[in-house]
């Protein structure tokens, strides 16, 4: 099943906090509350300040480009999906695995494209479609002459053509090194939503959300912020608008820790370990780094085992047809897990 994560489809969605966790997603929130600590582990939670219903927490690995090495989502303590990267010299794939209505399966993945000086020049989401993965959306990142990141144009298959073709941009609009505002527009509406940051003593005090409604934009969420003593966020308050009151109430809370302390960022640690080529696999594939262990698994992404057995330098996979596997080896003292795709 199509997990439906299209930030183009609608703006409200992946300025939501819901969707912070989504690589993609995590791009934007990084440009627009930049103060937000340094955390291996977000708590979004249900929060009226009387009670705390933790709903959905995130634990986090990073890779030291800043993209995910890993990343675990729970929903009321069950595991409900993971995000799996690999980094390479010119990009980061980010595999994301969903529990739609039982086990976990593949639902997509993401690729991070990197320029000569290392920053993200596109962001490419493809969702699998049970066998492959099909583009889903382009996102073509543009940086000013000083570095900032002041656009992201974003390209879709809008007439199913297979084709994709410009549909709208975000727009950062900056002063004193600080995002004013954030402004999305499409092909077709022209620019239909906006997000203000409203700065105290070069503190950010509030963040509003505006809608175009009829000819006019209205104020329908705005988020507040907990700050620590070293002036980093640690919480996000999110309010919607109560028309029968006329007024803001809170509405959900995120927050964040740092619980796993050395674990926040592990860089380049799968790419100097265990490596397995040809990627993808089409007939066999073969291992290095992987000297010490005797034993392998392969894995259907639901945890069904399809084959199993002593490893050699080469494992034939012809048999298996086109998808997205993890491969499990092991000796008598330890164990390792990757992902290959066979295409």
């Known amino acids: ?102 086990p976990l399966d593949t639902a997509g993945k993401y690729v991070f494209l990197h320029g000569a000086n290392g920053r993200d020049t596109a962001m490419l989401q493809y969702y699998f479609n049970g066998s492959d993965f099909e583009l889903e959306q382009k996102l073509k990142l543009n940086y000013s002459s000083n570095g900032e990141l002041n656009n992201i144009e974003i390209f879709l298959d809008l007439f199913g053509s297979g084709s994709l073709s410009l549909y709208g941009a975000y727009d950062f609009y900056r002063s004193a090194n600080r995002v004013d505002s954030l402004i999305f527009s499409d092909v077709f509406s022209g620019v239909f939503v906006k997000i203000i940051n409203e700065y105290v003593n070069n503190r950010l005090e509030t963040s509003y959300f505006l809608e175009l409604d009829s000819a006019d934009f209205d104020t329908t969420g705005l988020y507040n912020f907990t700050y620590n003593s070293q002036g980093e966020i640690i919480i996000v308050h999110e309010n919607y608008y109560e028309e029968s009151s006329g007024s803001f109430e809170l509405d959900y809370n995120w927050y964040y820790y740092q619980r796993q302390n050395t674990n926040i960022s592990r860089p380049e640690a799968r790419s100097k370990g265990l490596s397995l080529y040809p990627s993808p696999v089409q007939e066999y594939f073969r291992l290095e780094g992987a000297d010490s262990m005797e034993h392998f698994r392969i894995l259907s992404s639901n945890g069904q085992v399809l084959m199993q057995g002593k490893l050699d330098h080469e494992v034939s996979v012809s048999g298996l047809p086109k998808g997205i596997y993890l491969l499990e080896l092991s000796n008598d003292l330890e164990k390792q897990v990757t992902r290959f795709q066979k295409f």
């Not at 990267?85 to 994301?96: A, I, K, L, R």
Request: charged share 20%.
């Open 1 to 102: 099943m199509k997990k439906i994560t299209l930030l183009a489809l609608t703006f409200g969605w992946c300025l939501s906090l819901t969707a912070q966790e989504d690589p993609i997603s995590r791009t934007l929130f990084q440009q627009l509350w930049p103060d937000i600590i340094t955390h291996d582990s977000i708590v979004y939670s249900e929060d009226t300040g009387a009670a705390f219903f933790p709903e959905t927490m995130v634990s986090i690995w990073l890779f030291a480009n800043d993209q995910y090495d890993s990343a675990k989502i729970y929903d009321q303590g069950t595991l409900s999906g993971i995000y799996d990267g690999e980094h390479y010299p010119d990009s980061t794939v980010v595999f994301d695995m969903y529990n739609f209505f039982g």
